[in-house]
């Protein structure tokens, strides 16, 4: 059974473009979440999708958003970058009624 | 407002020198709480779930325990390859909420 599947697994971008990340959940989970993760503040919670919904949302700018397809792909794009916006970008997916997230590898956003 | 808190920020142990971790919370309801293991470059990857206070799981070298306030990953006789940041995170009993709430880890190296 293929993981979670991210891509790209590494991005370099200047102050003010756009970048999209597209995350493939393991086959059969429906729910996605995405996190940054950066050293000072660790792992913290962007947005869940459940079935092209979005379940729950972080405290994170406008300019973080993201979408669900009908076959639980997910994407997420951030708008007008910022320095402050380099990091490292997980999706996780879990399964109808469980409780464990199976992570990506995720993807290294670098912004210039 | 739900926190984890992990210590200590870094360990370095000898091969064979057991010890334990510290995962402490406050939460509004605990649904479970969660470690994970991170390697360089790699997402995390679970490695236990505890629901309720006196619980406890084991695999291989790493002992998880639970009670109402904190959490310990006791690592007995560790081997280099147990070398990794180990992450604590907790899920709020909030209805379909899946947010986790991250600690910020703890860094673990094992001297050969």
Redo the contacts between chains.
């Keep these: 059974k293929a993981g979670v599947t991210q891509t790209p697994r590494y991005l370099i971008k200047t102050r003010g473009q756009q970048v999209t990340l597209s995350c493939s959940p393991i086959s059969g989970h429906r729910s996605v979440s995405w996190y940054q993760q950066t050293p000072g503040q660790g792992l913290q919670f962007l947005f869940e999708y459940f079935s092209e919904t979005q379940r729950n949302k972080g405290n994170f700018p406008g300019r973080f958003s993201g979408r669900q397809f009908s076959n639980s792909r997910s994407e997420m794009n951030v708008s007008t970058l910022e320095l402050g916006d380099s990091a490292l970008y997980l999706c996780a997916s879990n399964g109808q009624g469980e409780n464990i997230q199976y992570f990506g590898a995720g993807t290294r956003l670098s912004v210039l | 407002e739900d926190q984890v808190t992990q210590s200590p920020e870094a360990l370095r142990l000898q091969e064979g020198e057991s010890s334990s971790l510290n995962c402490s919370y406050t939460v509004s309801g605990l649904?479970?709480l969660?470690w994970?293991r991170q390697d360089p470059?790699?997402?995390?990857?679970?490695l236990f779930?505890l629901y309720s206070a006196g619980e406890e799981k084991e695999k291989e070298r790493l002992k998880a325990t639970l009670t109402k306030k904190e959490s310990f990953l006791h690592i007995t006789a560790p081997k280099p390859e147990d070398s990794a940041t180990y992450?604590c995170?907790v899920?709020a009993r909030a209805g379909?909420?899946?947010?986790?709430?991250?600690?910020?880890?703890t860094s673990l190296a094992v001297n050969p």
Aim: charged content about 20%.
């Design positions: 649904r479970g969660f994970y470059g790699k997402g995390p990857e679970f779930t992450l995170a899920q379909n909420n899946r947010k986790l709430i991250w600690g910020l880890g």
